[in-house]
């Protein structure tokens, strides 16, 4: 099934209801219901299946002050970091060098730190937005993250002779970025092809349900055959892709 708009799935569904044709979604109040219900329903597929198309690469923000070298941001947009990586180069070095930084659970990132003597010049003390004080290895380049508050990475280690902060640039990132529903005509739901077909059902049956209290027997029919296929889809990579569970998960 081809990739449609809002409007058009909206449309899609006023006239199977039998109810009036607009040009906007903006229209009539059950135009703006019924897209409404278009976005809960796409907002439920997308809890409840890990969709390949919204895994990518991308990079860290730096936090740009000499205060948190180490600090960096993920974006706003990525629900969960799968894996970082990080180019770990000298300044002897002539090529890239980029490895995993692996993650840590906050109380064992602190465990690790809190264990360094900070009273020696390889060490960096750190204070923390939160209060709390990190002592930051400043002659080696990263080996573990965690994060405290699910929006900001912190790294135990940074190479001064190199950068003074880590770089964004010098960062790569997979993770699962969080899809964002407008309601505007114009607006094409984030799915992949083959799965319009089952937004459009699922809406279509959920529609004629809360707004004609009449159940719509073909589109709920095609529905379940839809949720059915699905279930039976799998990765274009044979037998899918396993990533290690780093970082965030589960920003809404």
Known sequence: MRRMTLLEIVQDILS??????????????????????????YEHLIDNRDWPHLYEVFALTSSATSLRPTHMIIPDNIEEVEWFKYNKKKVTDVNDR?????????????????????????????????GITLNILNN??????????????????????????????????HGKRLPVFTLTDTFVPDLPDHAFSMLLNEAKSTASMKLKQTPDQKAEQYAITGRRKMSQEAWKLKSGINYPNYGRQGKK
């Open 140 to 173: 080696i380049a990263p080996s573990y993250f965690t994060s405290f508050d699910n929006n900001t990475v912190v790294c135990d280690s940074y190479d001064s002779a190199v950068d003074d902060t880590l770089q964004s640039s010098k960062t790569k990132c």
């Open 98 to 130: 980029y490895d995993y930084v692996k993650y840590k659970l906050p109380v064992d990132f602190m465990e690790l730190v809190d264990q360094r003597n900070s009273s020696v010049d390889t060490v960096d003390v750190i204070t923390d937005p939160t």
């Open 16 to 41: 199977d209801m039998d109810s009036d044709e607009v040009n906007s979604i903006n229209d009539t109040v059950e135009a703006m219901q019924v897209a409404n219900i278009v976005r809960s329903v």
